[in-house]
């Protein structure tokens, strides 16, 4: 059984910022990458970045330069630090890992339940 669980959400102000933290665990082979998405209501989920096991890293045009994703391989753990947020940014974030539970089954996506970000004054 793998689990995927993120934290690290909250309120801040515009200007301010949070880091996301997402840690898998269960049996797993390898995971392939990780990443985050967000979703705001009455929007589709959209990508925010991806992170690979080789650090080849991918970001949506709206947070480039703003967020930074990161990787712990040991720890089966990626980050998303994310700064000067803006209130566009609030949504509801959820992590993401392409895991390798076995051999057979190949690479199968695992989604964490999200977290609340929400950027107000």
């Known amino acids: 059984q793998v689990q995927v669980v993120e934290s690290g959400g909250g309120l801040v102000q515009p200007g301010g910022s949070l880091r996301l933290s997402c840690a898998v665990s269960?049996?797993?082979?390898?995971?392939?990458?990780m990443g985050w998405f967000r979703q705001a209501p009455g929007k589709e989920r959209e990508l925010v970045a991806t992170?690979?096991?080789?650090?080849?890293?991918n970001y949506a045009d709206s947070v480039k330069g703003r967020f930074t994703i990161s990787i712990d391989n040991s720890k089966h753990t990626v980050y998303l630090q994310m700064s000067s947020l803006k209130p566009e940014d609030t949504a509801v974030y959820y992590c993401?890992?392409?895991?390798?539970?076995?051999?057979?089954?190949?690479?199968?996506?695992?989604w964490g339940q999200g977290t609340q970000v929400t950027v107000s004054s």
């Open positions: 993401y890992a392409d895991i390798l539970r076995t051999y057979a089954e190949g690479l199968n996506a695992y």
């Open positions: 269960g049996s797993i082979l390898d995971i392939n990458r």
């Open positions: 992170i690979t096991v080789t650090r080849n890293r």
